[in-house]
Nanobody, 129 residues
Framework: DVQLQASGGGLVQTGGSLRLSCAAS????????IAWFRQGPGKGREGVSC????????YYADSVKGRFTISSDNAKNTVYLQMNSLTPEDTAYYYC??????????????????????WGQGTLVTVSS
């Protein structure tokens, strides 16, 4: 079974940093792409960033470009999301997701969660002002 385990959330002050991890199992890591979505209070789930594990291509939403960095450690089947210069607007549950290349990139760009087949549980990021 495909399993995605997200971790690394917590409470941080404005301007601080956190690194989220998404540990994947149950599938051939290189065959999939991994994305991060988030859902803030009273908001829908939105695509944040994604990475093609096989070739390292990445995508970032405009709201996080220049502040967040997605990376993968293929030896550990883990994807990371380094989040810097955090603001209260980044407060949300962060979810990692996995699927084949085209669906996950389209899903992240359009925030169409119905395109994604596999989800991990959320990890809460709270940024205080």
């Amino acid at each position: 079974d495909v399993q995605l385990q997200a971790s690394g959330g917590g409470l941080v002050q404005t301007g601080g940093s956190l690194r989220l991890s998404c540990a994947a199992s149950g599938f051939t890591f290189d065959d999939y792409s991994i994305a991060w979505f988030r859902q803030g209070p009273g908001k829908g789930r939105e695509g944040v960033s994604c990475i093609s594990v096989s070739d390292g291509n990445t995508y970032y939403a405009d709201s996080v470009k220049g502040r967040f960095t997605i990376s993968s450690d293929n030896a550990k089947n883990t994807v990371y999301l380094q989040m810097n210069s955090l603001t209260p607007e980044d407060t949300a549950y962060y979810y990692c997701a996995a699927d084949r290349l085209n669906p996950i990139f389209e899903a992240t760009m359009t925030s169409d969660v119905h395109l994604v087949n596999y989800w991990g549980q959320g990890t809460l990021v709270t940024v205080s002002s």
